[in-house]
């Protein structure tokens, strides 16, 4: 008398047990095919494949041949994760900084040369004095050093990319005083409006908060790892310098 069962797969269409054991105990190794999912009973099957030898872009694709139609095993988010691209500071970023640094602070080295040294034409301190003066401003003898020597100092650091937040934010309170005394007149330029002092403010508030790039002396420090925090106190340190050069010495 026979004490076991030797069907192939036992009948009524159940599955051998030891042939079930084996498939449903036998860890899947990454990257090679095996079950994911089965069905007990009748016409049991084992018919769901993960092959990651495959580019799966497809992500109903992915789902349907991972997961099964329905399931949810976790693997398609994988999938897709490992295929998509993660945002990273790159190389064009960097670039664009510097080109926006040399630019800017090209400008405010020529500018600050003219109004201290009288260079590329310009009207030195005693000539810069007496526009300041015009436009109703105190003290302007002090003032035109001071503000002579703020654009030769910004300028000269944000080519260097050395000191940017507070490079960024001397070039943006010059400029604030600027905007403020000639809004009388409009905005373009033509006009003896503050078009070009306005852009170069905002040039001057975008690097406040960007920062100077990895191409800088900056690179590393922690006002360049903590751009945002530094950008918005240089940003308080540049409205109050602007409100109390008007306060103090603006008289209209």
């Given at each position: 008398?026979k004490?076991?069962?030797?069907?192939?797969?036992?009948?009524?269409?159940?599955?051998?047990?030891?042939?079930?054991?084996a498939?449903?105990?036998?860890?899947?190794?990454?990257g090679?095919?095996?079950?994911?999912?089965?069905?007990?009973?009748?016409g049991?099957?084992?018919?769901?494949?993960?092959?990651?030898?495959?580019?799966?872009?497809?992500?109903?694709a992915?789902?349907?041949?991972?997961?099964?139609?329905?399931?949810?095993?976790?693997?398609?988010?994988?999938?897709?994760?490992?295929?998509?691209?993660?945002?990273?500071?790159?190389?064009?970023?960097?670039?664009?900084?510097?080109?926006?640094?040399?630019?800017?602070?090209?400008?405010?080295?020529?500018?600050?040369a003219?109004?201290?040294?009288?260079?590329?034409g310009g009207?030195?301190p005693?000539g810069?004095?007496?526009n300041?003066s015009?436009?109703?401003f105190?003290?302007?003898?002090?003032?035109?050093?001071?503000?002579?020597?703020?654009?030769?100092?910004?300028?000269?650091?944000?080519?260097?990319?050395?000191?940017?937040p507070?490079?960024?934010?001397g070039?943006?309170?010059?400029?604030?005083?600027?905007v403020?005394?000639?809004?009388?007149?409009?905005?373009?330029?033509?006009?003896?409006?503050?078009?070009?002092?306005?852009?170069?403010?905002?040039?001057g508030?975008?690097?406040?908060?960007?920062?100077?790039g990895?191409?800088?002396?900056?690179?590393?420090r922690?006002?360049?790892?903590?751009?945002?925090?530094?950008?918005?106190?240089f940003?308080?340190?540049?409205?109050?310098?602007?409100a109390?050069?008007?306060?103090?010495?603006?008289?209209p």
């Amino acid at each position: 008398m026979k004490t076991h069962d030797d069907r192939p797969g036992g009948a009524g269409g159940y599955p051998d047990d030891r042939n079930y054991g084996a498939h449903a105990q036998r860890p899947r190794a990454r990257g090679a095919a095996g079950p994911t999912s089965s069905t007990q009973g009748p016409g049991a099957t084992f018919n769901n494949y993960y092959d990651e030898d495959h580019d799966y872009t497809d992500a109903g694709a992915a789902t349907a041949l991972v997961d099964g139609p329905g399931g949810d095993s976790g693997y398609h988010d994988e999938i897709v994760e490992k295929h998509r691209k993660t945002f990273s500071w790159n190389a064009g970023t960097d670039l664009g900084l510097l080109l926006l640094r040399f630019a800017l602070g090209a400008i405010f080295l020529l500018h600050g040369a003219q109004k201290l040294f009288g260079a590329f034409g310009g009207p030195g301190p005693d000539g810069f004095a007496q526009n300041l003066s015009k436009m109703g401003f105190e003290q302007s003898a002090a003032l035109a050093l001071v503000t002579g020597g703020t654009e030769l100092g910004a300028g000269a650091l944000l080519v260097l990319g050395l000191f940017t937040p507070a490079a960024a934010a001397g070039v943006l309170g010059v400029m604030a005083s600027a905007v403020f005394v000639r809004q009388g007149a409009g905005f373009f330029n033509a006009d003896g409006g503050f078009e070009f002092e306005a852009t170069l403010g905002a040039m001057g508030l975008a690097l406040l908060f960007t920062g100077p790039g990895r191409v800088a002396l900056d690179y590393g420090r922690v006002w360049f790892r903590r751009p945002l925090g530094f950008g918005f106190f240089f940003l308080l340190v540049a409205a109050g310098a602007t409100a109390a050069t008007i306060v103090l010495f603006y008289r209209p």
